[in-house]
């Protein structure tokens, strides 16, 4: 069975432009998650889903930042315009209606220019 | 506002020796959930090892456990028998019953095992 699998796994844009970071969660998980780590901080917590709803969009550090999830399967999370401190690695997890373990994947870091 | 500290940046160990990471935490809730996660480098995030706060028996998973001390708000994990494939980031997670996906990362832990 597949993992939870982000792509772009790399990207590199200058500031202002707008890049758009996709995450394709397990199978069947209705709950889906988005995470960043700027450099030398924690993990945090950015929006939480649960199918195509935004259960927890409390993490999401300002307006440039939209994610989606149209139909419940996939989820993008789009950065526009991009500012140098949006710098990071961005996670995405999923889980199971009921289920306790959060999965990741392996994140899709960016650098902003 | 809960939080999660992760003292140690970086830890080394002897394969096939002991090594325990440390994290506390601090929160004024009484129900919640702990973990440990691992990320390999270039890998997914795994799950290693999770504690139910109102369970006080520690959680083990193989050569993976933890001691958990509510009261100290302490959530260390031990790997027993250290092998080359546990060199990773570790990270320390704490999530409040309820809050769902919301976990509350410490920094993490950036484990080397030396053959």
């Known amino acids: 069975e597949a993992g939870v699998t982000q792509f772009p796994s790399h990207s590199v844009i200058e500031k202002g432009q707008t890049v758009t970071l996709r995450c394709d969660p397990i199978?069947?998980?209705?709950?889906l998650y988005w995470y960043r780590r700027v450099m030398g901080k924690e993990i945090k917590f950015l929006l939480h889903f649960v199918k195509e709803s935004k259960q927890d969009e409390s993490g999401m550090p300002n307006n440039r930042f939209l994610a989606e999830r149209t139909g419940g399967t996939y989820s993008t999370l789009k950065v526009q315009p991009a500012e140098l401190e949006d710098s990071g690695v961005y996670f995405c997890a999923s889980s199971p209606s009921g289920g306790n373990t959060i999965y990741f994947g392996e994140g899709s870091w960016l650098t902003v220019v | 506002a809960q939080t999660v500290t992760q003292s140690q940046p970086e830890m080394s160990v002897q394969e096939a020796e002991t090594v325990t990471l440390s994290c506390t935490y601090d929160t004024s809730e009484s129900d919640y959930y702990l973990f440990w996660y691992k990320q390999p480098p270039s890998r997914q995030m795994i799950l290693v090892i999770r504690?139910?706060?109102?369970?006080?028996q520690n959680a083990t998973e193989n050569r993976f456990s933890v001691n958990f001390q509510k009261a100290a708000k302490s959530f260390s994990l031990k790997i027993s028998d250290s092998q080359l494939g546990d060199a990773a980031m570790y990270f320390c997670?704490?999530?409040?019953?309820?809050?769902?996906?919301?976990?509350?990362f410490g920094k993490g832990t950036k484990l080397s095992v030396k053959p």
């Open positions: 504690q139910e706060a109102y369970k006080q």
């Open positions: 199978s069947g998980h209705d709950n």
């Open positions: 997670a704490y999530r409040r019953r309820g809050s769902q996906g919301n976990l509350i």
